[in-house]
């Protein structure tokens, strides 16, 4: 199996001068799960190289057993420092594609011409994708063959309006992923904040927060169209 994972390439939380990128869990998690079964991983971001990663990511609270073994390992950091830039990759090159979170994404990926197409690519292809956390929110201007929004009428989850608020950040961040995806369409559903939860529609896999990361993998690795591959 050959997985590519999506991360953003954006640094700047809004006007508030403080930093943003992706939410290291988020990309750790599933990229041990896809790792230690034995997939093939390629990271790629909007401008390649090293992309940002949150700094608040890495604190000891949100560390994590898995945080720490990306940290201690050379060879995943090495390649997390050379990611191939997102315009040069393509759906035929692999079976899924994972979308880590972070507040970046919501800045670069959720407007990424190249974003947008690459997902409705995997989705017109039969493969199935997965984002978690404020990674769903880069499906806002995904569509249909027919011009609909790619989540409309499906069941979805993201990171939820109260949990945005927890982290004070409401009034930064360009969208409400919660909001965003109601308002295209999407049957919404949330669990506690914090808690892990995933939701699956088809091909269309959906995680709540940096906690659902490992078991969005973890589903997107069950799913049947990869399954029959």
Known sequence: MKVLMVLTSHDRL???????GFWLEELAAPYYAFKDAGAEIVLASPQGGQPP?????????NQTDLTRRFEADEAAKAQLAATVRLDSVSQ????????????????????????????QSFIAAGKPIALVCHAPGVLRHVTTPDGRPLVEGKQVTGFTNSEEAAVGLTEIVP????????????IYSKSDDWAPYVVTDGLLITGQNPASSSSAAATLMKHPALRAQ
Do not use: C, M
């Open 14 to 20: 809004g006007n508030t001068g403080r930093k943003t």
């Open 53 to 61: 990663l949150d700094p608040k990511s890495n604190e000891p609270a």
């Open 92 to 119: 035929a090159q692999f079976d899924t594609v994972f979308y880590p979170g972070g507040h970046g994404p919501l800045w670069d990926l959720a407007e990424d011409r190249h974003s947008i197409e690459l997902i």
């Open 175 to 186: 969208f409400l992923v919660e909001d965003e995806l109601k308002a295209r369409g999407g």
